[in-house]
């Protein structure tokens, strides 16, 4: 198994053990190789929940632009459900699994089809 593989399973992990979802694995790997290399970044790899304008980054570079959905109260909203399923002490959210569960919280599957 090579680095992105290892990943995706913490991944994987994390979405089983931390927010007890049953991962797509098909979905993750996608979601994953969407991020690009900031999931090899140790601060990239992580969204730093407690940081207004790295939600606003989330917000502005994945939902709007990646997911094509329309900037709206909505979109907050499902960040800090995210954010609050991942658990708020939880220190590291990976970014492929916070895009992960945006894209299944916006049924938005079909983007990375």
Do not use: W
């Not at 590291?92 to 299944?104: D, E």
């Amino acid at each position: 198994m090579g680095k992105r593989d290892d990943l995706i399973a913490q991944y994987a992990d994390d979405l089983k053990n931390k927010i007890g979802m049953d991962p797509d694995m098909d979905l993750l790997t996608k979601v994953t190789i969407g991020c690009g290399p900031a999931i090899y970044d140790a601060d990239a790899s992580t969204v730093a929940s407690s940081q207004e304008g790295e939600l606003e980054t989330v917000k502005q570079n994945f939902l709007i632009k990646k997911l094509g959905l329309s900037d709206g109260p909505e979109l907050d909203d499902a960040i800090a459900k995210v954010v609050e399923a991942y658990g708020k002490s939880e220190r590291n959210k990976y970014r492929a699994v916070v895009y992960y569960m945006l894209t299944k919280h916006f049924g938005k599957e079909s983007v990375y089809g």
